[in-house]
Structures are given as structure tokens and as C-alpha cells.
């Protein structure tokens, strides 16, 4: 279809996402999210009302090209102090459009100022636009920007684990290996007792460790460090033995991709999907005070891109989306001029920025999208 007078009505990039849910395009991509005329005003609304003038950054340009590789985060830090009100920006719903990542490379984006707003459109580009349900389909598939890497979140989705109890030490759990192997690679046949549901693919998980909030050292939950995939061959059986006895013969099982080396005692536990979670960033609703509860890796400290544990959960109204401000402790401080109070407590410092991607009860994991020093367990989140 060739569109003349429509390509105005289009220009922004949430105007963009509804329209192609109104022809169906999108619908297509996403059947399980359906738009309402109220939420097609709701997001007319957001796009309308743009960001104040004094969000956006101090150098923001007037444009910008998007490249291959960029993500919405990486844009936003152009225009905007901060970079997690991108849906405003763009117009976004978040509440209604779980997936609203409709900016591809190459497109030229335009900064619009008007009555002390601001909002991005896209470009007006010369000659005939095509859009279709297969072409934009096919976008949404493949080259359409993520809201932050999602290479870095993806592997976390389903195999990071954390258990409201130790419920791995009832788990089927590897007992040998051929020729008495202990350390176990991929293609490794190995054999497992245990009880064991008929399902051919399952993870595999060291044994799981205690997290523990920092202040109180209350058990929080219980992280189950992942190890890889394997694949059922082989149920368990009996071989007969002399005089009516008998001697128990594991299941077999055969390993699959591994993120480290297996080993005798890993646990097993069946394949199991999250979906795909509302990972466009937003600020909590309610106040929060959580606290870093380790690095993900048994790490000391972390930087950008890794993953940390905070001990708040949804049932303290974490969601997948959150932004949360990175605060480092304020240094303890003397004043030798005065005697009488001369201890003193600096002021938690914000350096960085946190992305919540999982949500369990009481823990949920977190990207670290900037830091501009070391993030350490006991560090605070509060909302940005």
C-alpha cells in the first residue's frame, strides 16, 4: 500500500506502533495484545504531551540517524537527563504495548520544541512510503531497537532461579559419569537418580546458595547458580540380581550447552518459560530503599553490565521495567574542630543506574546500566 496523506498521521514513533496495530501489521507480530480505542487515545494523550524543556540534556541535538546497534537507552542519553523517560519521549505506552520498540536503523530522528515540551518524530523522508503487514512484520522481528541489551538480559530470563527454599535438595541430581568422569563437558553421558517427570529437556543447576539481606542477614531466598541444558535419554530401570534381588539403574541423560563445567551432585529441574516480560523502563510508583545482595558470580564488585541480586521482590511492588538510582554509602568523617560531635556522616552519593529484569517474592535481579564507581553488596536503590 502507498501512503500519501497518511504520513503525517504517522510520524511519531507511538502514532507508528498503533497505527500498524489498527491495519493489523503489528496485531500480526503480537496477537496476544489487543488495542482498544480507549488505549489508542491514551497513547495519542502521551505522545501529545511530550517531556518538559528541562529534561531534555544539555547538548541534545536537534537530530540523529539510529544505527545499527543502538538501543532506546542509548538514544534517550542524547536527548534526555534521564534516560529512562524515553517512553514520554517517544510516546509510548507502556501499560499497553509490552513490546512498543517500533525505531529501526536508519531512520532519522527530529527533536521538536514547542510550548515548553519536547518530543521526537520521525523525519519526513522524500518520495512514497511503503508499509505493509509483511514488511513491518519482518521489522519487528528482527531490527527493531531493543529498550537496553537485551544479549545481556536474555540468557537470565528463564535460568537465573531464585527458590523461596533449598527445594534443589529433593531434585533429581547427577550421581556418575562414564569411566568415573567428575568435571563434565557437552556430549558428556551422564546418569541421574532421582524422581523424574517424562519431559526431554531439563537445566541443570549447582547447588544453591542462601541470599541473605544485608542489614538484617534474614535468608531472602535461594540463588541457584545455572550450569546448562541436557536431554532425557534413558528412564530408570531394575537389573536383576542373584536370588530375586535387584539393583537400581539410573536414568541416563546426555548434556547439552553449558555455561561452566558440570559436575557430580548438579541438580536437575524441568525446561520452564517466563514469557517475555514489560521491560520498557519506568520509575517505581511507591518509594523504595532496597540494597545490593551480591554480584551475580559470586563477584566481589561489578561494574556496567553486570548483574546484581537487590533484595526487594514483588511483593514490595518490584516490577520488570524498574529504574533504580545506584546510591554508594557516605564515608564516616571526623571533625577534629569539634569535640564534642566530631563523627560525622556524608550524604549517599547517587553513581549509577539500575534495570530490573526479573522479579521473584522477595529478590529480583538487576542490569547496571551506568556506575561510575564499583557497585559493591550493601549499596542502596531508591527510585531516580
Known amino acids: 500500500m502507498i501512503l500519501h496523506d497518511r504520513r503525517r498521521a504517522v510520524r511519531t514513533a507511538g502514532a507508528i506502533a498503533w497505527w500498524l496495530c489498527a491495519t493489523g501489521a503489528l496485531a500480526a507480530t503480537f496477537p496476544n495484545y489487543p488495542i482498544t480505542d480507549g488505549q489508542r487515545r491514551t497513547a495519542d494523550q502521551v505522545a501529545q504531551a511530550g517531556v518538559p524543556l528541562s529534561e531534555l540534556a544539555p547538548n541534545a541535538p ?22 529512562w523517560r524515553w517512553p514520554e519521549l517517544w510516546g509510548m505506552n507502556r501499560d499497553q504495548i509490552r513490546n512498543p520498540h517500533l525505531i529501526y536503523p536508519g531512520q532519522k530522528l527530529v527533536l521538536v520544541r514547542k510550548d515548553g515540551r519536547a518530543w521526537l518524530q520521525l523525519a519526513d523522508e522524500p518520495g512514497l512510503v511503503k508499509l505493509s503487514p509483511r514488511a513491518r512484520a519482518s521489522d519487528a522481528d528482527g531490527n527493531a531497537l531493543p529498550a537496553v541489551p537485551m ?16 527445594e534443589l535438595d529433593r531434585a533429581p541430581r547427577i550421581v556418575a559419569a562414564r569411566e568415573g568422569r567428575v568435571l563434565l563437558g557437552r556430549g558428556d553421558t551422564v546418569y541421574v537418580r532421582g524422581e523424574l517427570a517424562a519431559q526431554r529437556s531439563w537445566r541443570l543447576f549447582r547447588q544453591p546458595k542462601a541470599l541473605k539481606d544485608p542489614g538484617s542477614g534474614e535468608v531472602l531466598g535461594w540463588e541457584a547458580a545455572f550450569v546448562g541444558h541436557a536431554e532425557y535419554l534413558r528412564p530408570a530401570g531394575q537389573e536383576p540380581g542373584p536370588e530375586g534381588s535387584s539393583t537400581e539403574v539410573p536414568a541416563s541423560f546426555t548434556l547439552q550447552s553449558l555455561r561452566q ?11 520452564a518459560s517466563q514469557g ?7 520509575a517505581p510508583s511507591q518509594p523504595v530503599d532496597a540494597r545490593v545482595v551480591s554480584i551475580y558470580g559470586d563477584g566481589l564488585s561489578a561494574g556496567q553490565y553486570h548483574v546484581v541480586s537487590i533484595n526487594r521482590g514483588r ?12 546510591l554508594r554509602a ?13 563523627t560525622l556522616k556524608l550524604p549517599d552519593e547517587p553513581h549509577g543506574q539500575l534495570f530490573v529484569f526479573r522479579v521473584f517474592e522477595r529478590v529480583s535481579y538487576g542490569l547496571i546500566l551506568s556506575a561510575q564507581t564499583a557497585v559493591r553488596p550493601g549499596d542502596r536503590c531508591t527510585p531516580p
Do not use: C, Q
Open 261 to 271: 563445567e558440570a559436575g557430580i551432585g548438579d541438580r536437575l529441574a524441568p525446561m
Open 276 to 282: 517475555e516480560p514489560n521491560l520498557v523502563p519506568h
Open 315 to 326: 511483593r514490595d511492588g518490584i516490577e520488570p521495567g524498574h529504574v533504580l538510582a545506584l
Open 62 to 83: 536537534d537530530s540523529y540517524v539510529v544505527k545499527r546497534g543502538d538501543t532506546l537507552w542509548d538514544i534517550s542519553k542524547l536527548f534526555l537527563r534521564s534516560p
Open 151 to 166: 544479549h545481556l538480559i536474555g540468557p537470565f530470563l528463564n535460568d537465573a532461579v531464585v527458590l523461596e527454599s533449598n
Open 330 to 342: 557516605g564515608e564516616r568523617v571526623v571533625d577534629r574542630e569539634d569535640p564534642l560531635r566530631p
